[in-house]
């Protein structure tokens, strides 16, 4: 893997660019690995990065059935934070965090992670009374986090509307300093390259058709590229989880739903944070480009297609002309939709399944892209050894029977 | 998805309505003989197919019945409605 720098950068510059060498191979599949990720997204990617890297096993294929990176990984808004309010999340975030922290440096490739700060507002007493307590209850565990109040607010981000007479008036926000956006793509690519590098193989437009399971145990996987061997199989399919778990005949507790986000046309720098409300549902975030990013809710109905509902472009729009005022004169120039797998807990799901080297990593429902190094990280630590790392233990399928759920649907940052 | 067909009311649009999940899902008959599995199945598990999706709606800004609707999850065309209590008619996407 050539490494990237200032000086391969003039050196390239010099040949106009065109001796660059590619970041990954595009290999044939071979007939048996030890572990198949099925799933080329962040995490499945970010997965076999950390199985290969420092869990020493490099025999690893990772199947994607379109193009690296091309579900959920670019279909989100890239806000990255880790104010979770029940111990167990906010463990697993803050773990994501700290791993963002450095990522571009240990792939040598720039996600363009900006910690900018994230703002949550409250716009009602409830809001602000939820928001005090998460605010305390993040703090005790150790992960930075700060209540400002409507003037502050206000100074943070001039563009908002504060007025105490708007339709959603702001009565304070809680603010991760640590928290920001990164660049979608740039951290499916990045770790693709830092597989490849240590041995991996990236599969492209191959989907996985069937799970060869024999005596309750994983034999291998049918493929439209053929049949692979393996004793060991990761899936982190998102919004297919119950697809590949119906072909592996067990059910899961998960719905598939889609969720919109949309772009404005480019405009000058007027945003230096992420503006998230959870009452009237929307993130917004500026570009470098100068794009307004706006996240939507998502539709409360199951579906594969990735686009959403009309109706729901218009309420957020509705409510963000009203939070921004300015938003009133922006054109949006894109919209889109991904399929996110939701739990009843809105918690992610990271372990063992009822079939013998079976391992799902799904569930991440609406916040997925934020958590993808610790969840890749962790997944990996769980694949590698066989059983759950110390930060997924909690997140098993089993605790939908044993009730121990991390009820994150009222508690986390965002309304699910 | 824009038109759904309330069986009391016919086609309006979809704003009128809210989906609450899959339907006939049937509530264990004795709670206490069945085990904790079988009853987290009942409670949290959902067949989430990519494909015909039997599913319950209410016509919350109409007449605010229930009824039941059979759906495409892959190109969110509505291929039936149906009646609270009806039998799921046979559809193909």
């Known amino acids: 893997m050539a490494k990237y720098s ?12 065109r001796n660059w060498q590619r970041a990954w191979r595009s290999p044939e599949p071979k007939p048996d690995y030890d572990i198949v990720i099925i799933g080329g997204g962040g995490h499945g990617l970010g997965t076999a990065y950390y199985l290969a890297r420092e869990f020493g096993v490099s025999n690893v294929a990772v199947l994607e059935k379109g193009w690296l990176g091309g579900g959920n990984t670019g279909r989100n808004t890239s806000i990255v934070r880790s104010n979770y309010l029940w111990d167990e999340s906010a463990a697993l975030y803050e773990h994501a965090l700290k791993l963002w922290e450095g990522l571009s440096q240990e792939l040598n490739f720039n996600v363009m992670f900006s910690q900018r700060g994230v703002m949550n507002l409250a716009h009602n007493l409830h809001d602000w009374r939820e928001l005090n307590r998460r605010v305390h209850a993040i703090r005790l565990n ?13 100074a943070e981000a001039p563009i908002l509307n504060v007025s105490q007479t708007s339709r959603y008036p702001i009565m304070g926000a ?60 990761g899936v982190v399919v998102a919004g297919h989880s119950s697809v590949l778990a119906d072909m592996a005949g067990f059910r899961m507790p998960i719905e598939s739903n889609p969720l919109q986000a949309l772009v404005s046309d480019p405009v000058k720098p007027v945003l230096d944070c992420v503006i998230m409300s959870s009452a009237v549902h929307v993130y917004v975030s500026q570009s470098d480009k100068g794009e307004l990013v706006i996240g939507a809710g998502s539709d409360l109905y199951v579906s594969y297609a990735q686009r959403g509902s009309f109706d729901i472009i218009e309420g957020i729009m509705g409510a963000l ?35 013998e080297g079976l391992f799902f990593n799904c569930g991440w429902g609406t916040g997925g892209f934020k958590a993808t190094p610790g969840s890749a990280h962790v997944f990996a630590a769980t694949l590698a050894k066989g059983e759950p790392h110390r930060l997924a233990a909690p997140f098993s399928l089993d605790r939908f029977r044993t009730g121990h759920l991390i009820d994150e649907a009222g508690a986390a940052a965002v309304a699910h | 998805m824009f038109l759904i067909e309330c069986p009391w009311c016919g086609p309006r649009q979809q704003i009128e309505f809210h989906c609450h999940g899959e339907a006939h899902i049937a509530r264990p008959v004795d709670p206490d003989a069945i085990s904790d599995a079988e009853w987290a199945d009942y ?7 990519k494909g015909v ?14 009824f039941n609707v059979a759906r495409d999850t892959v190109s969110d065309r509505i291929l039936a409605t149906y009646r609270v209590g009806e039998k799921a008619p046979k559809v193909t996407p």
Not at chain 1, 6 to 14: A, D, E, H, V
Not at chain 1, 178 to 200: I, K, L, S
């Open chain 1, 321 to 355: 002309c009203e939070l921004i005022p300015m938003v009133s004169r922006l054109k949006l120039m894109r919209q889109w939709g991904g399929i996110v797998d939701v739990t009843p807990d809105r918690s992610p799901i990271i372990g063992a399944t009822p079939v």
């Open chain 2, 43 to 49: 409670v949290f598990n959902r067949t989430n197919p």
């Open chain 1, 142 to 154: 150790g992960i930075d986090s700060e209540i400002l109040n409507a003037q502050q607010v206000k």
């Open chain 2, 53 to 66: 999706h039997y599913e319950r709606w209410v016509h919350n800004h109409g007449c605010r019945r229930w």
């Open chain 1, 6 to 17: 200032i000086f391969s950068l003039i050196r390239n510059g010099l040949s106009y660019h």
């Open chain 1, 174 to 233: 809680s603010m991760q300093r640590r928290g920001g956006t990164a660049r979608h793509d740039a951290v499916a690519w990045g770790y693709a390259r830092g597989a490849d590098a240590r041995g991996v193989d990236i599969i492209q437009n191959c989907a996985v058709t069937g799970l060869d399971i024999r005596n309750g145990r994983i034999e291998g996987v049918e493929t439209t590229r053929g049949r692979i061997k393996t004793r060991k199989v």
